[in-house]
């Protein structure tokens, strides 16, 4: 019965830490200098994104200079219209971290408007860690999987592979190996 418990606690305390060491910091556009206007469509930070997979505990990281810019988080429609004036967060200390903690859309955009209408703002689509999907205030009262590129002017890419998937593979190759421990300490 102690060796039991053993297992079940060595299982539970190493899936919690598998899951930590699968978050990770992601620096927005890929480069410390990438929160700007975009110089054409193809260097949007929307046309960065899609090429990644976001998940729930990962951590967003934009660097730029405090007294020239800021992010807000707001929701779609103050995206879609570069409006400014209301945001669910506001961030200007220019080591900007935003924890992802739930899945589904973020809409980011310049605190300078002019900025934003001229293309400085991102959208991400979070995937679930566990298949389901929460809603909130980002996301409207029925949300869905994942929003079409197109309804925001994007164009459509294919997923890229790696990201999650990677990450679920070893979260279940870790598994594997423990339940297999198991069998056999027991």
């Known amino acids: 019965m102690a060796q039991r418990t053993l297992v079940a606690t060595f299982f ?10 699968c978050s990770k910091e992601i620096i927005v556009g890929g480069k410390t200098s990438s929160w700007k206007i975009p110089s054409s469509p193809s260097e949007s930070l929307n046309k960065w994104a899609e090429s990644l997979r976001f998940r729930v505990g990962d951590t967003l990281v934009w660097k730029y200079d405090e007294e020239k810019d800021s992010v807000l988080q707001v929701t779609k429609d103050a995206y879609i219209n570069c409006n400014t004036t209301n945001p669910a967060a506001n961030y200007s200390n220019g080591d900007t971290k935003v924890k992802l903690e739930r899945s589904g859309p973020y809409f980011f955009i310049s605190g300078s408007k002019s900025n ?3 293309g ?27 929003p079409s590129p197109a309804l925001l002017g994007a164009p459509t890419v ?6 999650s998937a990677s990450s679920l593979t070893r979260q279940v190759g870790v598994l594997g190996f423990v339940g297999l421990l198991a069998i056999v300490l027991l």
């Open 12 to 21: 539970l305390i190493f899936f919690l830490l598998t899951n930590l060491v």
């Open 116 to 118: 934003c209408v001229e």
């Open 120 to 146: 400085e703002k991102l959208h991400i689509v979070v995937m679930s860690s566990r298949g389901g999907h929460t809603g909130g205030f980002f996301t409207g009262s029925s949300p869905s999987p994942a």
């Open 158 to 163: 294919a997923p890229a592979s790696g990201g």
